[in-house]
């Protein structure tokens, strides 16, 4: 898990430009400055740097850690079939 707070922080740097301190597990993604838009085109990043799929059925990602726990539930996933 630490792995992926340090992988998810490091795409919001790069891609988003968002201070990492502001990077904390609480902060919300709409108090980071993401729209709905943003959040698509983030997920697709998500999806590709952690090669996983996210389920074509909503999913509430409201917080950085909304992220980390759903990331690290795609992977268990998907390595449980694997």
Do not use: C, H, W, Y
């Amino acid at each position: 898990m630490a792995d992926t707070l340090e992988r998810v922080k490091a795409l919001f740097i790069e891609k988003l430009e968002i201070k990492a301190e502001a990077l904390t597990p609480e902060a919300t993604l709409e108090s980071l400055g993401l729209d709905s838009l943003d959040k698509i085109e983030f997920v697709f990043t998500l999806e590709d740097e952690f090669k996983i799929s996210f389920p074509e059925r909503k999913i509430e990602l409201n917080t950085v850690q909304d992220v980390i726990n759903i990331i690290d539930k795609l992977i268990a996933e998907k390595q449980a079939k694997a």
